[in-house]
Protein backbone atom coordinates (compact mmCIF):
# COMPACT_ATOMS: atom_id res chain seq x y z
CA UNK A 1 0.00 0.00 0.00
CA UNK A 2 1.07 2.92 -0.60
CA UNK A 3 1.63 5.46 1.70
CA UNK A 4 0.00 9.37 1.80
CA UNK A 5 2.27 12.04 0.85
CA UNK A 6 3.31 14.25 3.63
CA UNK A 7 1.12 17.51 3.78
CA UNK A 8 4.38 19.75 4.18
CA UNK A 9 6.33 17.52 1.32
CA UNK A 10 2.89 18.90 -0.68
CA UNK A 11 3.19 22.49 0.15
CA UNK A 12 6.62 23.47 -0.25
CA UNK A 13 7.85 26.04 -2.69
CA UNK A 14 7.11 26.20 -6.19
CA UNK A 15 10.38 27.03 -8.84
CA UNK A 16 8.76 29.75 -10.75
CA UNK A 17 11.28 32.18 -11.31
CA UNK A 18 14.81 33.65 -9.67
CA UNK A 19 13.73 37.34 -9.43
CA UNK A 20 13.85 38.24 -5.87
CA UNK A 21 11.03 40.42 -4.29
CA UNK A 22 9.18 40.98 -1.10
CA UNK A 23 6.08 39.96 0.48
CA UNK A 24 3.81 42.20 3.15
CA UNK A 25 1.84 40.88 5.58
CA UNK A 26 -0.55 43.12 7.49
CA UNK A 27 -3.17 42.23 9.78
CA UNK A 28 -6.13 42.19 12.80
CA UNK A 29 -6.82 40.10 15.67
CA UNK A 30 -10.28 40.12 17.14
CA UNK A 31 -9.69 39.55 21.05
CA UNK A 32 -5.91 39.89 20.71
CA UNK A 33 -4.09 38.59 23.70
CA UNK A 34 -1.93 41.60 23.63
CA UNK A 35 2.15 40.95 23.61
CA UNK A 36 2.10 37.79 22.86
CA UNK A 37 3.63 36.54 19.54
CA UNK A 38 2.89 35.00 16.02
CA UNK A 39 4.86 33.16 14.03
CA UNK A 40 5.31 33.35 10.34
CA UNK A 41 6.69 29.30 9.41
CA UNK A 42 7.54 28.52 6.05
CA UNK A 43 7.01 25.30 4.40
CA UNK A 44 9.84 22.98 3.20
CA UNK A 45 10.03 20.03 1.60
CA UNK A 46 10.25 17.90 4.70
CA UNK A 47 10.41 20.21 7.37
CA UNK A 48 8.10 23.42 8.94
CA UNK A 49 10.81 25.95 9.92
CA UNK A 50 9.67 29.61 11.72
CA UNK A 51 11.53 31.97 9.87
CA UNK A 52 9.74 34.94 11.62
CA UNK A 53 8.22 36.19 14.59
CA UNK A 54 5.74 39.27 15.38
CA UNK A 55 4.52 41.02 18.58
CA UNK A 56 0.57 41.79 18.90
CA UNK A 57 -0.42 44.88 19.64
CA UNK A 58 -2.46 46.30 21.88
CA UNK A 59 -5.20 47.00 19.13
CA UNK A 60 -4.81 43.55 17.94
CA UNK A 61 -2.38 44.61 14.43
CA UNK A 62 0.65 42.58 13.53
CA UNK A 63 2.94 42.51 10.52
CA UNK A 64 5.29 40.84 8.71
CA UNK A 65 7.98 41.12 5.82
CA UNK A 66 10.08 38.31 4.13
CA UNK A 67 12.04 38.75 0.40
CA UNK A 68 10.94 36.00 -1.36
CA UNK A 69 11.87 34.59 -4.83
CA UNK A 70 9.17 32.42 -6.09
CA UNK A 71 5.87 31.29 -4.85
CA UNK A 72 6.13 29.64 -1.59
CA UNK A 73 3.73 28.25 1.20
CA UNK A 74 3.92 29.72 4.81
CA UNK A 75 2.27 29.41 7.62
CA UNK A 76 1.11 32.51 10.35
CA UNK A 77 0.58 30.70 13.81
CA UNK A 78 0.09 31.06 17.31
CA UNK A 79 0.55 27.39 18.15
CA UNK A 80 0.73 24.09 15.88
CA UNK A 81 -3.19 23.51 16.24
CA UNK A 82 -4.18 27.33 15.04
CA UNK A 83 -2.22 28.13 11.89
CA UNK A 84 -3.52 29.77 8.67
CA UNK A 85 -1.90 28.54 5.64
CA UNK A 86 -1.61 30.60 3.20
CA UNK A 87 0.25 30.56 -0.77
CA UNK A 88 2.42 33.79 -1.02
CA UNK A 89 3.76 35.11 -4.96
CA UNK A 90 6.68 37.90 -4.63
CA UNK A 91 5.38 41.33 -4.60
CA UNK A 92 2.07 40.58 -3.13
CA UNK A 93 0.63 42.74 0.05
CA UNK A 94 -1.84 40.74 1.75
CA UNK A 95 -4.05 41.72 4.57
CA UNK A 96 -6.18 39.69 7.29
CA UNK A 97 -8.50 39.64 9.69
CA UNK A 98 -9.52 37.03 11.94
CA UNK A 99 -10.02 35.91 15.55
CA UNK A 100 -6.63 35.04 17.06
CA UNK A 101 -8.08 31.77 18.07
CA UNK A 102 -9.27 30.44 14.90
CA UNK A 103 -7.01 31.42 12.49
CA UNK A 104 -7.32 28.51 9.96
CA UNK A 105 -11.28 30.45 9.25
CA UNK A 106 -9.96 34.57 8.84
CA UNK A 107 -12.87 36.92 8.26
CA UNK A 108 -11.20 38.52 5.24
CA UNK A 109 -7.80 38.06 3.25
CA UNK A 110 -7.11 40.17 0.60
CA UNK A 111 -4.14 40.28 -1.96
CA UNK A 112 -2.99 36.42 -2.11
CA UNK A 113 -5.34 34.68 -4.62
CA UNK A 114 -3.77 31.54 -3.83
CA UNK A 115 -4.51 31.95 0.04
CA UNK A 116 -8.05 33.25 -0.76
CA UNK A 117 -8.56 30.37 -2.93
CA UNK A 118 -8.04 27.91 0.07
CA UNK A 119 -10.10 30.41 2.45
CA UNK A 120 -13.13 29.66 0.54
CA UNK A 121 -12.55 26.00 0.50
CA UNK A 122 -12.03 25.70 4.24
CA UNK A 123 -15.41 27.70 4.62
CA UNK A 124 -16.92 25.28 2.75
CA UNK A 125 -14.87 22.52 4.82
CA UNK A 126 -15.57 24.31 8.02
CA UNK A 127 -19.88 23.85 7.28
CA UNK A 128 -19.70 19.77 6.55
CA UNK A 129 -17.74 19.63 9.86
CA UNK A 130 -20.04 21.85 11.85
CA UNK A 131 -23.04 19.68 10.19
CA UNK A 132 -21.11 16.83 11.40
CA UNK A 133 -20.62 18.27 14.40
CA UNK A 134 -24.75 18.50 14.91
CA UNK A 135 -25.32 15.06 14.09
CA UNK A 136 -22.98 14.04 16.31
CA UNK A 137 -25.23 16.04 19.32
CA UNK A 138 -28.48 14.60 18.33
CA UNK A 139 -26.57 10.72 18.29
CA UNK A 140 -25.34 11.97 22.13
CA UNK A 141 -29.11 13.58 22.85
CA UNK A 142 -30.81 10.24 22.18
CA UNK A 143 -28.06 8.09 23.71
CA UNK A 144 -30.12 5.16 25.96
CA UNK A 145 -33.38 5.75 23.89
CA UNK A 146 -35.72 3.12 22.48
CA UNK A 147 -35.24 4.60 18.94
CA UNK A 148 -31.02 4.65 18.79
CA UNK A 149 -30.78 2.05 16.44
CA UNK A 150 -33.14 3.94 13.96
CA UNK A 151 -32.06 7.34 14.56
CA UNK A 152 -27.93 5.92 13.59
CA UNK A 153 -29.40 4.91 10.75
CA UNK A 154 -31.19 8.08 9.80
CA UNK A 155 -27.30 9.78 11.21
CA UNK A 156 -25.36 7.63 9.10
CA UNK A 157 -27.10 8.03 6.10
CA UNK A 158 -27.00 12.03 6.73
CA UNK A 159 -23.39 11.92 7.25
CA UNK A 160 -22.72 9.84 4.09
CA UNK A 161 -24.73 12.20 1.96
CA UNK A 162 -23.03 15.21 3.54
CA UNK A 163 -19.63 13.67 2.99
CA UNK A 164 -20.65 12.69 -0.36
CA UNK A 165 -21.41 16.59 -0.88
CA UNK A 166 -17.86 17.82 -0.08
CA UNK A 167 -16.30 14.81 -2.13
CA UNK A 168 -18.04 16.15 -4.90
CA UNK A 169 -17.00 20.23 -3.86
CA UNK A 170 -13.63 19.15 -3.57
CA UNK A 171 -13.24 17.26 -6.98
CA UNK A 172 -15.13 20.55 -8.60
CA UNK A 173 -12.28 23.06 -6.66
CA UNK A 174 -9.70 20.90 -7.96
CA UNK A 175 -11.08 20.90 -11.75
CA UNK A 176 -11.30 24.79 -11.59
CA UNK A 177 -8.13 25.46 -9.98
CA UNK A 178 -6.31 22.27 -12.03
CA UNK A 179 -2.91 24.68 -12.59
CA UNK A 180 -2.81 26.08 -9.47
CA UNK A 181 -0.87 24.45 -5.91
CA UNK A 182 -4.01 24.99 -4.42
CA UNK A 183 -5.23 21.43 -6.20
CA UNK A 184 -2.50 19.56 -4.82
CA UNK A 185 -3.54 20.83 -0.98
CA UNK A 186 -6.97 19.92 -1.70
CA UNK A 187 -5.71 16.30 -2.06
CA UNK A 188 -4.94 15.42 0.99
CA UNK A 189 -7.67 17.98 3.04
CA UNK A 190 -8.71 15.87 6.40
CA UNK A 191 -12.73 15.91 7.62
CA UNK A 192 -11.94 14.60 10.93
CA UNK A 193 -8.28 13.01 12.46
CA UNK A 194 -7.37 10.49 9.91
CA UNK A 195 -10.44 10.77 7.72
CA UNK A 196 -9.73 12.40 4.03
CA UNK A 197 -12.01 13.88 1.92
CA UNK A 198 -10.23 12.26 -1.06
CA UNK A 199 -8.96 8.45 -0.96
CA UNK A 200 -5.87 7.55 -3.11
CA UNK A 201 -7.49 4.26 -4.18
CA UNK A 202 -11.30 5.55 -4.34
CA UNK A 203 -10.65 8.76 -6.11
CA UNK A 204 -7.36 7.76 -8.38
CA UNK A 205 -8.74 9.94 -11.59
CA UNK A 206 -8.24 12.95 -9.55
CA UNK A 207 -4.76 11.82 -8.21
CA UNK A 208 -3.84 11.55 -11.50
CA UNK A 209 -5.63 14.42 -12.60
CA UNK A 210 -3.52 16.83 -10.37
CA UNK A 211 -0.40 14.74 -11.70
CA UNK A 212 -0.74 15.12 -15.39
CA UNK A 213 -1.52 18.86 -14.67
CA UNK A 214 1.12 20.00 -12.63
CA UNK A 215 4.15 17.44 -13.94
CA UNK A 216 3.90 19.69 -17.24
CA UNK A 217 4.00 22.44 -15.04
CA UNK A 218 6.52 21.95 -12.61
CA UNK A 219 8.26 19.03 -13.84
CA UNK A 220 11.25 19.67 -11.66
CA UNK A 221 9.60 20.46 -8.25
CA UNK A 222 9.85 18.41 -5.60
CA UNK A 223 6.33 17.89 -4.35
CA UNK A 224 5.25 17.34 -7.69
CA UNK A 225 7.73 14.46 -8.19
CA UNK A 226 6.28 13.13 -5.31
CA UNK A 227 2.70 13.28 -6.05
CA UNK A 228 3.90 11.56 -9.39
CA UNK A 229 5.75 8.66 -7.56
CA UNK A 230 2.47 8.12 -5.37
CA UNK A 231 0.60 8.04 -8.69
CA UNK A 232 2.80 5.93 -10.21
CA UNK A 233 2.47 3.47 -6.92
CA UNK A 234 -0.85 3.39 -6.67
CA UNK A 235 -1.02 2.62 -10.52
CA UNK A 236 1.25 -0.50 -9.69
CA UNK A 237 -0.53 -1.69 -6.88
CA UNK A 238 -3.82 -1.68 -8.89
CA UNK A 239 -2.37 -4.14 -11.93
CA UNK A 240 -0.93 -6.29 -8.68
CA UNK A 241 -4.39 -6.47 -7.55
CA UNK A 242 -6.06 -7.46 -11.11
CA UNK A 243 -3.45 -10.42 -10.65
CA UNK A 244 -4.76 -11.13 -7.67
CA UNK A 245 -8.80 -10.47 -7.71
CA UNK A 246 -10.08 -11.83 -10.70
CA UNK A 247 -13.30 -9.13 -10.83
CA UNK A 248 -10.75 -6.55 -10.63
CA UNK A 249 -10.16 -7.37 -14.69
CA UNK A 250 -11.86 -8.63 -18.46
CA UNK A 251 -12.93 -11.97 -19.60
CA UNK A 252 -13.34 -13.30 -16.30
CA UNK A 253 -16.80 -15.07 -15.05
CA UNK A 254 -18.68 -12.77 -12.24
CA UNK A 255 -18.61 -14.55 -9.04
CA UNK A 256 -22.18 -15.40 -8.27
CA UNK A 257 -24.44 -13.53 -6.20
CA UNK A 258 -27.78 -14.49 -5.06
CA UNK A 259 -29.84 -12.20 -2.92
CA UNK A 260 -33.24 -11.64 -2.24
CA UNK A 261 -35.28 -8.84 -4.78
CA UNK A 262 -38.16 -6.56 -3.80
CA UNK A 263 -40.60 -9.19 -2.90
CA UNK A 264 -37.99 -11.60 -1.34
CA UNK A 265 -37.70 -14.28 -3.97
CA UNK A 266 -33.83 -14.75 -4.18
CA UNK A 267 -32.61 -13.98 -7.96
CA UNK A 268 -29.21 -15.42 -8.67
CA UNK A 269 -27.07 -13.71 -10.90
CA UNK A 270 -26.35 -16.81 -13.32
CA UNK A 271 -30.46 -16.67 -14.35
CA UNK A 272 -29.01 -13.76 -17.00
CA UNK A 273 -27.02 -15.86 -18.99
CA UNK A 274 -27.65 -15.56 -22.33
CA UNK A 275 -28.43 -11.89 -22.47
CA UNK A 276 -25.54 -9.10 -21.80
CA UNK A 277 -25.62 -7.90 -18.51
CA UNK A 278 -24.38 -4.38 -16.64
CA UNK A 279 -24.13 -5.51 -13.15
CA UNK A 280 -24.39 -2.99 -10.84
CA UNK A 281 -23.93 -1.72 -7.30
CA UNK A 282 -25.67 1.50 -5.76
CA UNK A 283 -27.95 2.71 -3.03
CA UNK A 284 -30.47 5.06 -2.80
CA UNK A 285 -28.24 7.08 -0.40
CA UNK A 286 -25.40 7.31 -3.14
CA UNK A 287 -26.15 11.02 -5.07
CA UNK A 288 -23.56 10.06 -7.98
CA UNK A 289 -25.55 6.64 -7.96
CA UNK A 290 -28.73 8.34 -8.45
CA UNK A 291 -27.20 11.43 -10.92
CA UNK A 292 -26.10 7.62 -12.99
CA UNK A 293 -29.42 6.05 -12.63
CA UNK A 294 -31.41 8.39 -15.92
CA UNK A 295 -28.66 7.05 -17.86
CA UNK A 296 -29.45 3.58 -16.85
CA UNK A 297 -33.13 4.21 -17.69
CA UNK A 298 -31.82 5.39 -21.08
CA UNK A 299 -29.86 2.26 -21.93
CA UNK A 300 -32.32 -0.34 -21.03
CA UNK A 301 -35.24 1.14 -22.95
CA UNK A 302 -33.29 0.98 -26.16
CA UNK A 303 -31.29 -2.29 -25.63
CA UNK A 304 -33.64 -4.55 -23.76
CA UNK A 305 -35.48 -5.85 -26.37
CA UNK A 306 -31.84 -6.70 -27.95
CA UNK A 307 -31.19 -8.89 -25.05
CA UNK A 308 -29.96 -6.41 -22.65
CA UNK A 309 -30.46 -6.95 -18.56
CA UNK A 310 -29.55 -4.78 -15.90
CA UNK A 311 -28.79 -6.67 -12.10
CA UNK A 312 -28.38 -3.88 -9.88
CA UNK A 313 -27.32 -4.51 -6.32
CA UNK A 314 -28.35 -1.95 -3.68
CA UNK A 315 -26.23 -1.43 -0.35
CA UNK A 316 -29.28 0.24 1.55
CA UNK A 317 -30.23 -0.59 4.97
CA UNK A 318 -33.90 -0.10 5.18
CA UNK A 319 -36.15 -1.38 2.32
CA UNK A 320 -38.42 1.85 2.67
CA UNK A 321 -35.49 3.67 1.41
CA UNK A 322 -34.50 1.45 -1.22
CA UNK A 323 -38.15 0.66 -2.98
CA UNK A 324 -38.27 4.61 -2.30
CA UNK A 325 -35.59 5.24 -4.46
CA UNK A 326 -36.56 2.61 -7.15
CA UNK A 327 -39.89 4.05 -7.86
CA UNK A 328 -38.80 7.51 -7.38
CA UNK A 329 -35.70 7.03 -10.52
CA UNK A 330 -38.36 4.72 -12.28
CA UNK A 331 -36.12 1.63 -12.35
CA UNK A 332 -38.73 -0.49 -11.91
CA UNK A 333 -38.47 -2.57 -14.89
CA UNK A 334 -35.31 -4.54 -14.26
CA UNK A 335 -33.80 -6.77 -11.41
CA UNK A 336 -33.26 -5.35 -8.16
CA UNK A 337 -31.69 -7.23 -5.32
CA UNK A 338 -30.06 -6.07 -1.84
CA UNK A 339 -29.45 -8.22 1.66
CA UNK A 340 -30.26 -4.47 3.52
CA UNK A 341 -27.09 -4.44 5.03
CA UNK A 342 -25.04 -1.41 3.62
CA UNK A 343 -21.18 -1.67 3.93
CA UNK A 344 -21.45 -5.26 5.15
CA UNK A 345 -23.14 -6.64 2.50
CA UNK A 346 -21.46 -10.12 1.38
CA UNK A 347 -21.16 -8.93 -2.23
CA UNK A 348 -18.65 -5.48 -0.88
CA UNK A 349 -16.14 -8.40 -0.12
CA UNK A 350 -17.02 -10.42 -2.86
CA UNK A 351 -16.51 -7.84 -5.47
CA UNK A 352 -13.89 -5.98 -3.22
CA UNK A 353 -15.66 -2.58 -3.32
CA UNK A 354 -14.29 0.51 -2.44
CA UNK A 355 -17.08 2.94 -3.52
CA UNK A 356 -20.45 3.10 -5.81
CA UNK A 357 -21.23 3.91 -8.30
CA UNK A 358 -19.56 0.91 -9.52
CA UNK A 359 -20.54 -1.56 -12.38
CA UNK A 360 -19.07 -4.25 -14.32
CA UNK A 361 -20.75 -5.08 -17.94
CA UNK A 362 -21.10 -9.05 -18.23
CA UNK A 363 -21.67 -10.98 -20.97
CA UNK A 364 -24.24 -14.21 -22.35
CA UNK A 365 -21.91 -16.48 -20.28
CA UNK A 366 -21.75 -13.72 -17.35
CA UNK A 367 -17.59 -12.85 -18.59
CA UNK A 368 -16.90 -9.60 -17.36
CA UNK A 369 -15.69 -7.77 -20.77
CA UNK A 370 -15.94 -3.78 -19.07
CA UNK A 371 -16.10 -2.04 -15.78
CA UNK A 372 -17.41 1.36 -15.03
CA UNK A 373 -19.31 2.13 -18.13
CA UNK A 374 -21.20 5.40 -16.87
CA UNK A 375 -23.26 7.73 -19.24
CA UNK A 376 -22.10 7.92 -22.88
CA UNK A 377 -19.52 5.28 -22.47
CA UNK A 378 -22.02 2.67 -21.28
CA UNK A 379 -24.03 3.91 -24.37
CA UNK A 380 -21.86 4.03 -27.35
CA UNK A 381 -20.01 0.17 -25.45
CA UNK A 382 -23.94 -1.26 -26.01
CA UNK A 383 -23.97 0.05 -29.36
CA UNK A 384 -21.06 -1.64 -30.60
CA UNK A 385 -22.11 -4.84 -28.69
CA UNK A 386 -25.78 -4.79 -30.00
CA UNK A 387 -25.26 -3.41 -33.96
CA UNK A 388 -21.99 -5.06 -34.97
Known sequence: MIKKVSFLLLAAVIIAGCKSNNIEINGKLLAPSIGEFLYLDELKSTELITVDSSVIEEDGTFSFGRKIESPSFYLIKTDETNFLTMLLEPGQKISIKAHQDSLNYPLSITGSKGTELMNEYNKRLLTTIDQLKNLHDVYIQNLGAEQLAAVMDRLDSLAQIRLDELNTFTKEYIDENL?????????????????????????????????????????DYEPVKSLHDQVQGLKSDIDAQKLRSPVSYETVEAPEIALPDTEGDTIPLSSTRGTIVLLDFWASWCKPCRDENPNLVIAYNKYHSKGFEIYQVSLDKTREAWMKGISDDHLERWIHVSDLRYWQSMVVSLYKLEQIPTNFLLDREGKIIATDLRGEMLQRKLDVLFNN
Open 179 to 219: NSLVSLVALYQPVAPGEYILHPEKDLEYFVKVDSALSLLYP
